[in-house]
């Protein structure tokens, strides 16, 4: 099957069939391929070429133009094919942001002109790759080597701001300016000696207080460029905490942008559950709950928001659901992109009923977590018993039956 798209739709992945216009105006010496390497991208979004011909038959999957997460469930996403082809975009795409961002960060040292382009190119193909399978592509930017740490984390941490600003339903060009806040975020870490930045071990408040200057410096870098005010303030913000116990300017809660709230959040997320010289890396579930309990440092209606676009919950929190039930969170092992509950309350009735188990993932659509709940609000202020009773598969509603007739 063969379809126009506008250049701006094209991702990689798809098969190009024909480029419209003059020839003398086409970048390729080829008029039919497969876009495997976002500087194919960089290169047609950047020529006078308006629209292309796509064979959907020949692209990998079913590449289309980019639609919203809800939008696939035509598609079975769990077929080994799929994945497989999932997999191979996502490997690619990860490959090719890490490699442009090297790039970028190498031409900024020497004083060179960033080309936004190509950038705009990154978080497309950053977009369409989460479209097709958010959490292959996640788990893949989870993967980093130390030595190009700094790269990796500044794609992961780009790619999960693009997430999260779909989740929150922010506008295309929102969305574009939070993954071009995340690409550059820690961008002042190439003025910070590599010493510092690789050390195996806790850092002297000397390399503290040098380390410290990287939001001003890459702001700084950022200013000489010709890239947007949003982006900059992530960059310069996102050590900020809502407490005020942040830096460089200690700023509190509504002081702090939106931007640079969800770059906290992305920061530390992707730092946490990466791989350093002096740590492990935490499962997703463990971050999330680590961060969840950390008071003051973010903001606790985005955390949430985050906890969602990546699926991810603390084990045993109590979340309120669309139809109207509560249920405790659990633990899904290796499955972490699919959450599994227990739905044990009915919050119309304000009664317990038999636990039944539920797992919500990007194709089961029919249910969806609302919030995080208070128990008290709910009158369960035995809370604590009772979640242990829920995780232990034990159904409360029986004990409770049994205790009332003793
Ligand atoms: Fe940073």
């Given at each position: 099957m063969l379809k126009r798209i506008p250049v701006s739709d094209v991702t990689v992945g798809m098969y190009v069939?024909?480029?419209?216009?003059?020839?003398?105006?086409?970048?390729?010496?080829?008029?039919?391929?497969?876009?495997?390497?976002?500087?194919?991208?960089?290169?047609?979004?950047?020529?006078?070429?308006?629209?292309?011909?796509?064979?959907?038959?020949?692209?990998?999957?079913?590449a289309k133009p980019c639609t919203r997460f809800r939008t696939r469930k035509a598609i079975d996403p769990h077929s080994a094919q799929r994945r497989a082809q999932d997999l191979i975009v996502a490997k690619a795409?990860?490959?090719?942001?890490?490699?442009?961002?090297?790039?970028?960060?190498?031409?900024?040292?020497?004083?060179?002109?960033?080309?936004?382009?190509?950038?705009?190119?990154?978080?497309?193909?950053?977009t369409h790759a989460l479209v097709r399978n958010r959490s292959m592509l996640l788990g893949i930017m989870r993967l980093k080597t130390?030595?190009?740490?700094?790269?990796?984390?500044?794609?992961?941490?780009?790619?999960?701001?693009?997430?999260?600003?779909?989740?929150?339903?922010?506008?295309?060009?929102?969305?574009?300016?939070?993954g071009l806040g995340g690409l550059f975020h820690d961008l002042g870490k190439i003025e910070i000696s590599k010493a510092i930045l690789n050390k195996p071990g806790r850092l002297t408040p000397g390399e503290f207080d040098e380390m410290r200057q990287h939001p001003v410096l890459g702001h700084d870098l950022l200013m000489a460029e010709d890239v947007p005010?949003?982006?900059?303030?992530?960059?310069?913000?996102?050590?900020?905490?809502i407490d005020g116990g942040g830096y460089?300017?200690?700023?509190?809660?509504?002081?702090?942008?939106?931007?640079?709230?969800?770059?906290?959040?992305?920061?530390?997320?992707?730092?946490?559950?990466?791989?350093r010289p002096y740590k492990r890396a935490s499962s997703p579930v463990a971050a999330i709950a680590a961060m969840y309990s950390w008071e003051g440092h973010f903001d606790p209606k985005l955390m949430f928001t985050f906890m969602k676009s990546i699926a991810v919950f603390p084990i045993g929190m109590l979340v309120r659901l669309r139809s109207g039930h509560l249920a405790v969170v659990r633990d899904n092992g290796r499955r972490a992109?699919?959450?599994?509950?227990?739905?044990?309350?009915?919050?119309?009735?304000?009664?317990?009923?038999?636990?039944?188990?539920?797992?919500?993932?990007v194709t089961n659509v029919s249910?969806?977590?609302?919030?995080?709940?208070?128990?008290?609000?709910?009158?369960?202020?035995?809370?604590?018993?009772?979640?242990?009773?829920?995780?232990?598969?034990?159904d409360p509603t029986l004990r409770r039956k049994g205790m009332g007739a003793n």
């Open positions: 069939q024909s480029i419209d216009g003059p020839w003398l105006e086409q970048p390729f010496w080829r008029s039919r391929f497969l876009i495997t390497r976002v500087e194919q991208l960089a290169k047609l979004r950047s020529s006078k070429v308006s629209s292309v011909v796509i064979n959907l038959d020949r692209s990998l999957g079913a795409v990860a490959a090719d942001a890490r490699r442009f961002m090297k790039n970028v960060f190498d031409r900024v040292r020497t004083g060179k002109k960033i080309d936004l382009a190509e950038l705009d190119a990154v978080i497309a193909s950053i130390s030595d190009t740490y700094t790269y990796f984390h500044s794609v992961a941490v780009g790619t999960l701001m693009i997430n999260f600003a779909r989740e929150l339903g922010l506008a295309e060009d929102q969305v574009r300016l939070m005010p949003l982006a900059r303030d992530v960059c310069l913000h996102h050590h900020e905490r460089p300017q200690g700023l509190v809660g509504g002081e702090i942008s939106l931007a640079a709230r969800m770059g906290a959040i992305c920061d530390v997320y992707d730092a946490l559950t990466s791989n992109s699919r959450a599994r509950l227990t739905v044990f309350y009915d919050i119309s009735t304000r009664r317990l009923v038999s636990p039944r188990e539920l797992i919500l993932s249910e969806l977590i609302v919030e995080a709940a208070d128990p008290s609000a709910f009158g369960l202020d035995d809370w604590t018993d009772l979640r242990g009773q829920l995780l232990s598969g034990i």
